[in-house]
């Protein structure tokens, strides 16, 4: 009988979670000699609707990749035997036997923010292992970052208010769960309930009770009771099982040891004002009241305006899965290639997708504590502005030292409090101004003329 | 200097990819001697916006979970340590050590049309058990399915033109990727571009060329000249890097051989029109157009509408995101309990959110190869109509012959075929109609009744 498959990613193989197209060309460039050393950029070509900055993240798990990419004998074999590999020699697979990335990759820090088309991450390597590597790339900065933006959209929306991870039940898989996880602890998030994030990566884990603890017991009263004889210093009840005005009353029978309550349905506005007079009449003022139920932004954002007295948001679905803008288009482009010791402009006009050539900086100029503006130059372009990429592998090793999980809240958090108001704001954001320097326009105009001329004639 | 996570789930330990709610619960059951048999049902509460069926799949995936769930020492010390579990006793710890699932599981097999409120898997099992268990199978379930839904909507619009699975780099990190080509095969697509899906399920994969191939040689012609060397047989190429008609020109010159031409940018329409006819004019007739580019059924559905002679299509980010409704509400709800011999019913009354008590079965009223309505009863209520639910895991065993995903994917095409057309139209679709059995009205409003007085005065 078959058994049934994990589909957990392969360790010993990381380098086939990629695109088969990656790998034909691979043994296109090795078979053709093509070992020019090529640089690529990671950049999105224009933010997401309701999106009008993205907070960067990911870099983490692309640099366990970047280390620990190989290929599997089976795997090899597997390859191997796809017809259109008829023609491809032993030595490509000889040569993807010996697999590892040796190339150098410069990033901007995660919890930064960013903009459209500034490069987040460049890569210069052997043409045929930065062209290898792109797919799993793209997938991790991609998803990890536009969950990060979300988190950081509702964290601004809670105004203080703590915003805890709920989301693992609605996330894209079991694994989309924990990275969700992260990226919402990035974004501001305080807590997460996804246990295994707790445990590898030390965001704190906080958690009340479901529905079903309630209806197990004879009665909602007998479960409170019973809840709060085993975890007296952590009684957090959920209050909606049959009427939420009656479970306030059963929670406050606790006692003043009860830390909260959870509402997850209903009118939020009113459920909160009533619960909280039932509790302010037993003088238990100090008993949170937590929301939860396809929280967003924009309803945390009205919940807030209409002075709900909710010290906590428990926020799932929509911010696990961007649910408003549930893909970043981020890219990964070749922009320059050394040829005889010189480098040679890259690029592609496709209609609406024109790309700029040369290996990429992105300056932000920030004055007292907010950011202006920012100007996509050449490397090495500029002085007496903020480079926001910096080298974290050279020849294959990191060389960077990975900041902490806490380390990389901050950075998103005073990045934000360094983005002014009108490019924040949750609707009708300002375009905050990023420019292209004068000499990258200038090379892209000569490269364009040039490779018009070859391609197009 | 601080290592990079893989953040991959801990095969060891697949009993903390939980909530940590779950785990407090499983205590606080334990420390009270609550070792009563429990059923848990999962169904989705209201189809989302744009879909009037959802197809079932990620079921090979739950049955592997519930056969390896486990919690390692690691795993386990690291949950005593958190302060809540304070007062919860060795003996819970020691419990958890030798955890495994021992339950019996019913399930509408992957691959079937299912609607609104209809219970696709039931869990019955001790209760810490059932508890447990239920993130992983949620996020497992709620994923893939709403992904092989949305693929059988792409194919659908597609009438009959191959669709490929392009979306790994789009998809909520790298595993999402592989799930998701699972489920876009089993919605109906062809083949998929993720190496590891095809390697680990047998899904044929494809792959042309990306625009660094093309700009990574001296010229257009040279690339696709040098491409097709290595390629013979599957010389594919990708036309629009600098111009398209000038790259159909370009790909055309490389002569009979030539299998096929992509074009990813631009109105595809007027590009596909114009690309056909360059290569008619030279006698190419069978090289094959393959769109791509942000396709979703909508542009699909109208390119085919306006005679685009487009043979393929490569679908990516809209279909493994389901970007139109990226997650699918399912939920998991105590129905039942076995107490001193006998069922007891269990429901909740929150405010538009009532459960229906007592184990269920979804029975489908078939006619003539079309489905005609759906009814929800108790288990072994009817007679005469096909039970959609099956048992696949007796005390902890699989109990059920696994499906190849071929044979899911014909489920699926099958199901769709009998569907009829106006409950599956892409816009404006009628509702399915899913009718409530008398006898399990008449239940529910007995044991409504009945928790009323219990827990609402």
């Known amino acids: 009988m078959k058994e049934p498959k994990s589909l957990f990613l392969p360790e010993n193989s990381l380098g086939i979670v990629t695109d088969f197209y990656q790998l034909t060309m691979a043994a296109g460039y090795f078979e053709h000699g093509m070992h020019d050393i090529a640089t690529f950029e990671f950049y999105i070509r224009h933010l997401p609707e309701n ?21 599997s004998p089976e795997a090899l074999r597997f390859i191997r035997q796809q017809p259109s590999f008829r023609r491809v020699s032993d030595d490509f697979f000889e040569y993807l036997k010996n697999f590892t ?54 964290v601004y929306a809670s105004r203080g208010h703590e915003v ?4 693992t039940r609605r996330a894209h898989g079991p694994q989309a769960g924990v990275l969700a996880a992260r990226a919402c602890f990035i974004g501001g998030c305080k807590s997460t309930s996804n246990v295994f994030a707790a445990y590898e990566l030390g965001i704190p884990t906080v958690g009340t009770i479901a529905h079903s603890w309630v209806m197990v017991f004879e009665n909602e009263v007998e479960s409170f009771r019973k809840y709060h004889e085993i975890f007296p210093d952590a009684t957090v009840l959920l209050i909606d099982t049959y009427d939420t005005l009656v479970g306030a009353k059963h929670a406050a029978a606790i006692g003043e040891q009860l830390k909260g309550v959870r509402i997850d349905s209903g009118n939020l506005v009113e459920l909160s004002k009533e619960v ?7 003088r238990m003022n100090h008993v949170k009241i937590i929301a939860s139920g396809d929280l967003n932004e924009e309803r945390i954002d009205d919940l807030l305006r209409n002075e709900a007295p909710i010290d906590s948001f428990g926020v799932g679905t929509e911010m696990v899965t961007s649910k408003d803008a549930p ?12 040829h005889g010791g010189r480098p040679i402009p890259k690029m ?7 790309t700029y050539p040369y290996k990429k900086q992105v300056y932000r100029v920030i004055d007292k504590n907010n950011f202006v503006e920012d100007i996509i130059g050449l490397e090495n372009e500029m002085r007496g502005t903020v480079p926001l990429l910096i080298q974290v592998v050279k020849e ?27 490019y924040k704001r949750l609707k009708n954001a300002e375009n905050y101004p990023v420019k292209k320097s004068a000499v990258l326009e200038a090379k892209k105009r000569e490269a364009e003329h040039l490779l018009s001329r070859i391609n197009i004639s």
Chains 1, 2 share one sequence.
């Open 327 to 338: 893909a970043l288009g981020g890219i990964y482009k070749l922009v320059e290639q050394e």
């Open 51 to 71: 999106r009008s900055y993205i907070i960067t993240a990911g870099l983490e798990q692309v640099l366990h990749y970047l280390t620990h990419v190989r290929f």
């Open 101 to 154: 990335f040796s190339g150098d990759v410069f990033a901007i820090p995660e919890g930064t923010i960013i903009f459209a088309e500034e490069p987040i991450i460049r890569v210069t390597a052997p043409v045929i292992e930065a062209q290898i590597i792109e797919t799993y790339i793209l997938s991790t900065i991609n998803f990890q970052s536009s969950i990060a933006t979300k988190a950081s959209r509702v």
């Open 396 to 422: 294959g090793k990191i060389c960077y030292t990975l900041p902490s999980l806490e380390e990389i809240q901050s950075t998103a958090l005073d990045n934000i409090a360094k983005l002014p108001e009108p």
């Open 164 to 167: 805890i991870d709920f989301g």
């Open 276 to 282: 909280k007079k039932i509790l302010t009449s037993q």
């Open 348 to 354: 592609k006009f496709s209609k609406g997708k024109l």
